[in-house]
């Protein structure tokens, strides 16, 4: 027996996690942004929605070259996530004004959203 395959379906699917996966990467682009502007903080709440959105729709991306931009996203937020939180002695250390540390991490971050974003834009996976 032939299984059918329906491409509307699957073509829907796939332009539904699209659709998704950029609002995740302009939720992440925003706090990016403020991050590395000065006197630009958006809420954290932007970053955690974003981060929810990709733990829930993740495994509707299972199998699609999607799923890699999901897990880009997720790793992202939680490696810099960790390295905030093992520089934040040195955010102390600078009395709260100044903290190369935490402008690096800032700088990597959205260097890996926009890396995402370009390759989500060319309907690719992101080389890792």
Do not use: C
């Not at 995740?24 to 974003?50: C, F, G, K």
């Not at 790793?75 to 402008?103: D, E, H, M």
Request: net charge positive; proline share 3%.
């Amino acid at each position: 027996m032939n299984d059918i395959i329906d491409t509307d379906t699957s073509n829907r699917k796939a332009e539904g996690l699209k659709t998704v996966g950029w609002i995740s990467y302009l939720l992440h682009l925003i706090v990016a942004v403020a991050a590395v502007v000065p006197a630009a903080q958006p809420s954290l709440l932007l970053l955690v929605i974003a981060l929810v959105i990709d733990l829930v729709k993740r495994s509707d991306a299972d199998g699609t070259w999607q799923a890699n931009h999901f897990s880009w996203r997720i790793r992202s937020v939680l490696w810099a996530g960790v390295l905030y939180v093992v520089t934040f002695p040195f955010f102390l250390l600078g009395l709260f004004l100044f903290n190369p540390a935490w402008i690096l991490i800032s700088v990597w971050f959205l260097y890996r959203i926009v890396r995402g974003m370009v390759a989500m834009n060319s309907n690719r996976a992101v080389d890792a």
